[in-house]
């Protein structure tokens, strides 16, 4: 392996983890004259131009217009990308419960990548439509993935609220009015980005229901379907609450399944491109 490749994921993985720290740190412990927050955001956002990097290094191969989408790649993608939005975001809006952890598992999901053997699955791009949908799918799934941690953070308060003594870090968590804002704003762009992935999908993919993708497409479709109910009955008989979140971990799921659990049938299980 490139000791240059080394060195950068050893130095993101350890930026994510300081990142993490600090920001720790400035939730449990609140000093009237010292916040750790901005440098744990900043941090963050080094170890996340770091992680772009190796990827854009290890998903690109030798051959040209060729993209190397195996299971860790697009994890690691998928979680780098749900990490930006969420760094990005904190800077205006609190959102440190979050990057607390989706931090940690980036930088899991940067190991993985870097240290773990795994098959090449070169997918030939090029052409604007593939390359679209490809990230417009890898981007909705990381939305509709922040949806699901917010929905998870929704149900913990939700739990704690009915208990007789919450902890005390609960108690540091946004209100459950915001909390419940955020996820279905979450849920409103990945759904329209999930819309947008399977339009482009049945539009340029000629083999979108071929044998090894039939799985994945339906299952897709499954998950659009939850979203859109989950959304029509917010708009219209005003879900919220454990129902929502409910309507959100089951869409979630599906997607998960739709994709990775796709792709490791494929690639792990029938050693299939």
Request: proline share 3%; no cysteine.
């Amino acid at each position: 392996m490139d000791h240059s490749v080394t060195f950068l994921a050893t130095a993101t993985i350890t930026g994510f983890g300081l990142a993490t720290l600090l920001l720790l740190v400035d939730q449990w412990q609140r000093f009237e004259r010292l916040s750790f927050r901005l440098p744990g955001l900043l941090i963050a956002v080094a170890a996340l131009v770091g992680q772009s990097a190796l990827l854009y290094q290890l998903g690109f191969q030798s051959a040209p217009a060729a993209l190397n989408l195996s299971v860790l790649n697009a994890l690691a993608t998928v979680f780098g990308l749900a990490s930006a939005i969420t760094v990005i975001s904190a800077f205006r809006e609190q959102l440190e419960g979050i990057a607390v952890v989706l931090l940690p598992i980036t930088a899991v999901t940067v190991f993985l990548t870097v240290f773990v053997p795994e098959s090449n699955v070169p997918i030939r791009t090029g052409e604007i439509a593939l390359d679209a949908h490809i990230l417009i799918s890898l981007a909705a799934y990381a939305l509709l993935t922040l949806a699901a941690l917010q929905g998870v953070m929704l149900l913990i308060q939700h739990q704690a609220l009915h208990g007789h003594h919450p902890a005390g870090w609960i108690r540091r968590l946004p209100p459950m009015e915001s909390v419940e804002q955020l996820m279905f704003r979450f849920i409103v762009m990945g759904f329209l980005l999930l819309t947008l992935a399977l339009v482009t999908g049945f539009l340029f993919l000629e083999n979108i229901f071929a044998q090894h993708l039939v799985h994945k497409t339906v299952l897709s479709v499954i998950a659009w379907v939850v979203f859109a109910v989950l959304l029509a009955g917010r708009h219209v008989a005003g879900w919220r609450g454990r129902t929502a979140v409910q309507w959100t971990l089951a869409g979630f799921i599906l997607m998960g399944l739709a994709y990775f659990g796709t792709k490791i049938v494929l690639e792990w299980i029938l050693n299939l491109d």
